[in-house]
């Protein structure tokens, strides 16, 4: 596997998160807890709740899935400004994609203080949109099951954490989903304009059967 830095932030997220799976103070002081955030300043959870994960099968799928999708959204950002700016601007996204997606959540929960939430999800989901902005027609796999064109399983899963986000009833925080998509989506088209007008000759010709 090349050391890329989308291999560099999974290798650094694995260790943090592995030495959280036997470190109860280490997970209490990093996970995402709104309530602390506001009443002890603790901001610094927006960003190490990223690199801690609830056990091995949701760091797994996490970086498993950012593995295949930071790759061709670092690429594109070292095409558009260069080997060293496109690197600091690709790590930039992607700790933003997981403070962003997260702030929708603060609000909501800033004095319930049994919230807590984990994991770099909003980061994945940024990566995964912002991908699918630039390779709209590419197909994504569910579980090697099911594919689809990018933009069209992107489109259901939306809908899918918009309605999930409303339920709010499986202890899935399906808002970082939503907002950590729709960030990786306007992170794209702002910084490349031209990647809109890109994605629609794209899909204006695309064809499912």
Known sequence: MELTLTTAIIGITAITS???????????????????????????RFILSGFI?????????????????????????RYQFGQGLGGIVFVAFY??????????????????????????SGGTAATVFASIVIMPIA????????????FILGGLFLIYSYVKGKQDSDGINHDA??????????????LSPSSAGMFLEQIKGFRLF
């Not at 994504?140 to 689809?148: A, E, N, R």
């Open 177 to 190: 989903h939503l907002y950590g998509a729709i960030f990786g989506i306007a992170f794209i088209l702002i």
């Open 18 to 44: 592995i030495l959280g799976f036997n470190r109860p103070e280490l997970l209490d002081r990093w996970m995402f807890i709104p309530y602390r955030i506001k009443h002890r300043n603790q901001w610094d």
């Open 53 to 77: 994960h609830k056990d091995y099968i949701h760091l797994l799928f996490n970086m498993f899935t950012f593995y295949f999708f930071g790759g061709v959204v670092e690429l594109f950002l």
């Open 139 to 150: 197909d994504i796999c569910l579980f090697g099951i099911i594919c689809l064109p990018g």
């Open 95 to 120: 700790l933003l994609g997981i403070i962003i997606s997260d702030i929708p959540t603060y609000l909501k929960n800033l004095d319930n203080s049994y919230y807590r939430a984990l994991g770099a």
